[in-house]
């Protein structure tokens, strides 16, 4: 494992790790969009803490500037196993010592962490949610992003372990595909040949912490971007590598389309998608929303919405 342990997150770089289509029979097309030359790599993995902290700013940043870019999203391999772990000078021994620097994180960036999970159900491996991925990813790389998305959502803000078969199998029904044989088809030599095949492309990446994202040109050349960074880093990124462009985002869908699809939100990501306030978040919603539409919660002291 080297000095650095993959399960230390850091809230100044932003990193966990060692770096510290819908068919239809008619379709309408736009041949004034501009061919995509960049493709962007987001290495990650389902249990980075930093990677949860940047789901506001990647949503907004692949919304309004997607078109310009091919978007693969590999795992990272955060975790392979606790047994005869240990890195004391990081004070991290056991699954325990996570718990305080997830909720460290969880705080600075306001997406909800419990990281009690370390204490009472600890992840055995993040490499079980990831093989699940890996599967799903062959049939539907769109479903594959829900799946991980709904893992998260389990993990971080509701407290469970999404390295547990049951579960996995529940997240998996949930998104419209066999929960049971995704889950067996995730134990077998081809899944695991999946996920070392990410690996060896992390690694080609130059790639050691999570998240990070790497964009690359037609010549092959790019930017490597460590850590749960602001959409204006992204987009600079994208520019700089797009020089005869000029970046146009595409205009945002309202939030009863976007509630459609994410199903359930949290006050940063929307604050963070609508460039509005904390303090405006009701308003807001009273204006974008009919009531019958939405359950506003509260957990960990942050708001979110569901769709009824």
Request: aromatic share 8%; charged share 25%; hydrophobic share 35%.
């Amino acid at each position: 494992m080297g000095t650095k342990n993959p399960m230390m997150c850091d809230l100044q770089t932003g990193i966990c790790g060692p770096a510290g289509e819908d068919t239809s029979p008619m379709e309408f097309i736009d041949l004034t969009a501009p061919k995509k030359k960049i493709e962007l790599y987001y290495v990650t993995d389902p249990i980075c803490s930093h990677c949860w902290a940047l789901e506001p700013v990647l949503r907004k940043f692949v919304s309004q500037y997607g078109q310009y870019f091919n978007m693969h999203t590999l795992m990272g391999g955060l975790l392979e196993k606790w047994d005869g772990f240990a890195d004391v000078s990081n004070g991290i021994s056991s699954p325990a010592d996570v718990a305080g620097h997830w909720r460290e994180v969880g705080e600075h960036s306001r997406m909800p962490i419990d990281g009690t999970v370390w204490y009472d159900n600890p992840i055995e491996s993040s490499f079980i949610p990831s093989r699940v991925y890996k599967v799903i990813q062959e049939e539907s790389p769109e479903l594959a992003n829900v799946f991980l998305r709904r893992a998260r959502e389990e993990l971080f803000a509701f407290n469970q372990n999404i390295a547990q078969d049951d579960l996995l199998i529940t997240l998996v029904n949930q998104i419209g595909l066999n929960g049971e044989e995704i889950v067996s088809q995730s134990k077998q030599t081809e899944a695991n040949l999946s996920l070392h095949a990410d690996f060896q492309l992390v690694r080609k990446l130059g790639v050691r912490g999570f998240p990070t994202i790497v964009m690359v040109d037609e010549e092959q050349k790019g930017v490597r971007i460590v850590g749960a960074r602001t959409l204006e880093d992204y987009t600079n990124a994208l520019q700089q590598l797009l020089p005869d462009e000029l970046l146009k985002p595409k205009q945002l869908p309202g939030l009863d389309q976007l509630l459609q699809q994410e199903k359930l939100l949290f006050s940063r990501e929307i604050e963070e998608y609508y460039s509005i306030e904390k303090e405006e978040l009701e308003i807001f919603l009273e204006k974008q929303l009919p009531k019958a539409a939405f359950q506003l919660d509260s957990i960990l002291g942050e708001k979110y919405i569901q769709s009824k």
